[in-house]
């Protein structure tokens, strides 16, 4: 399966780092060129068990890459995660501008059947306009879900490899 994660913070070097562990062939994107340039040279911006010598060990074995082109990583992409930040606004609430601007970003080059996966803490109602976004730039079958991480760090990679919920 060729998966594609947009966002290359904790969450989202865990998770395709890891999927990449599994057999996946695996992209992380992000729009920080500095961020995957570091991660194409195995280096990791945080400390988390197990993780570097895993990212290491698929980036040789051609499972896991990492790119700033959107076109690339989502058009062959049949599973595509969402896992970009979700800063606290002024007022408190999630603020969900990264999440949108990622959708938007992404929709022109959904192929056909490809589902996107919110992994990103939300609020309630945040799924429906992702879809809503995405039916705006694209006729292209998509479907959707959410899968709200719960990451511990200090054990992130065992806890993906093993969820609890």
Known sequence: MQIT?????????????VYASLGH???????????????????????????EELLKKEQLACRLSFTTDYAAAISQADLIFLA????????????????????????????SGAIVVVKSTVPPG??????????????????????????REGSAVYDTLHPSR
């Open 25 to 51: 062939q695996v992209t992380g994107l992000d729009v920080d060129e500095r961020k995957v340039e570091s991660l194409r040279h195995n280096q990791v911006p945080f400390y988390e068990p197990q993780l």
């Open 84 to 111: 970009v930040g979700t800063p606290s606004a002024p007022d408190g609430q999630a603020d969900l501008k990264y999440i949108f601007k990622a959708t938007e970003s992404l929709a022109p080059y959904l192929k």
């Open 126 to 151: 945040t799924l429906e306009k992702i879809e809503t976004i995405i039916k705006s730039q694209t006729q292209t079958e998509f479907f959707t879900a959410s899968v709200p991480e719960f990451l």
């Open 5 to 17: 994660v947009i966002g290359t913070g904790f969450v989202g070097v865990v998770t395709a780092t």
